[in-house]
């Protein structure tokens, strides 16, 4: 997987990617990041990349053609189609199926803007997917990309070492995870769960199964409506309600 970011912060990108486990990967050559300066390509003596708005209004816009001129020199280095994601509170949601989506793609291109917005003919031009990581605003869509980058990088092949497995995760099945619990046995008078401790592995998983159900029934019961359940799911919840 290949990320190419064009932004105005570059460093903001890549000080969030080289950390942790997105900066292990690209060690490993597991995937790569390539940051573009948006300003690097201003057509204006002053290295300005907005303007004011046309109507008037509140704010600055960024111009069309640094964004046109930053995207076709990602564009002249990659082979065949790359989708455009352009960062913004009007866009699709965001959520764990478009990371599975995006994390088949070779190449995924960024797009993060400041101020006001960017030019809509540009946008109309470049952008394959427009896409918002929640329903609030931020000051720019770095903190978008890299959000998404994450969630895209630890589904790709050995990013996540095995114990760090993605595959059972919460939102894999549409199921919250089960609580955790490490040493020591009793902490400030607040035992570990007992079933934890007995060995028994199929008990233990049964209880963990449980533990899912209960919590994204309380926390988050819009998801377990799309969760596929088993018969003993459904007659454990139902023994909750004490339907049987
Ligand atoms: N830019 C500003 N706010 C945003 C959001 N919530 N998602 C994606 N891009 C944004």
């Given at each position: 997987?290949?990320?190419?970011v064009?932004?105005?912060?570059p ?22 990041l ?10 204006n ?8 708005p ?9 111009q ?19 989708r ?9 949601v965001?959520?764990q199926r478009m990371?599975?989506e995006?994390?088949?793609e ?14 809509e ?7 394959t ?11 720019g869509g ?10 895209v ?43 934890l ?5 199929a ?15 309380e ?15 459904k007659?454990?919840l139902a023994k ?5």
């Open positions: 997987m290949n990320f190419h064009l932004t105005l912060f460093d903001m990108i890549r000080d969030g990617f080289q950390t942790s486990i997105t900066g292990r990967a690209a060690e490993k050559g597991l995937l790569s390539q940051t573009v300066n948006i300003r690097d390509f201003s057509v003596k002053h290295n300005r990349v907005d303007d004011y046309y109507g008037g209004g509140a704010g600055m816009v960024m069309a053609e640094p964004v046109c001129r930053a995207y076709e020199s990602v564009r002249s280095r990659i082979h065949g189609s790359a455009v994601l352009y960062m913004s509170p009007q866009g699709k965001f959520d990371a599975e995006l994390a088949r070779e190449d995924l291109i960024f797009l993060c803007g400041h101020y006001e917005g960017i030019d003919r540009v946008l109309e031009e470049i952008v997917d427009e896409v918002s990581i929640g329903d609030y605003v931020l000051t770095e903190l978008p990309a890299l959000v998404i980058m994450d969630a990088s630890r589904l790709l092949e050995g990013v996540l070492h095995n114990e760090e497995s993605a595959q059972f995760d919460s939102f894999h099945d549409n199921l919250l995870e089960y609580p955790q619990y490490s040493r020591p046995e009793e902490w400030r008078g607040k035992k570990v769960p007992p079933i401790l007995s060995g028994h592995h008990n233990v998983e049964k209880w963990r199964r449980e533990q899912s159900l209960l919590r994204t029934r926390r988050r019961p819009d998801l377990l409506e799309r969760a596929v359940l088993t018969k003993e799911d007659k454990f909750q309600d004490g339907l049987c």
